[in-house]
Nanobody, 127 residues
Framework: EVQLVESGGGLVQAGGSLRLSCTAS????????IGWFRQAPGKEREGVSC????????AYADSVKGRFTISSDNAKNTVYLQMNTLKPEDTAVYYC????????????????????WGQGTQVTVSS
């Protein structure tokens, strides 16, 4: 069973930075893609970024391109989401998820292909 634990959320002023971590256990990471999703109050959950452990391929939502960077430390089974130049509209609960997602579908953030989810971490950006 795959288990995912997020950390690193918090309260930050607009323009500031945060780094989220997602530590995974219980899987052979070469087979998996780790995705970051977020859900703001009253809105649907949306994909933010993802990374394939097998080849390091990444994808980003247009709303975060140039501001967020995803990376992985395979030795630690941990994926990081560095979030810079944060905006109030980035306020949401951020979830990491694990699944097997083919390269052609990374940018679609297909939630039905992500089988395991973390509990989420709150990110609040004040204006």
């Amino acid at each position: 069973e795959v288990q995912l634990v997020e950390s690193g959320g918090g309260l930050v002023q607009a323009g500031g930075s945060l780094r989220l971590s997602c530590t995974a256990s219980g899987f052979t990471h070469d087979d998996y893609t780790i995705g970051w999703f977020r859900q703001a109050p009253g809105k649907e959950r949306e994909g933010v970024s993802c990374i394939s452990f097998a080849d390091g391929n990444t994808a980003y939502a247009d709303s975060v391109k140039g501001r967020f960077t995803i990376s992985s430390d395979n030795a630690k089974n941990t994926v990081y989401l560095q979030m810079n130049t944060l905006k109030p509209e980035d306020t949401a609960v951020y979830y990491c998820a694990a699944g097997r997602v083919a390269f052609d579908y990374l940018w679609l953030f297909p939630e039905d292909l992500y089988d395991d989810w973390g509990q989420g971490t709150q990110v609040t950006v004040s204006s």
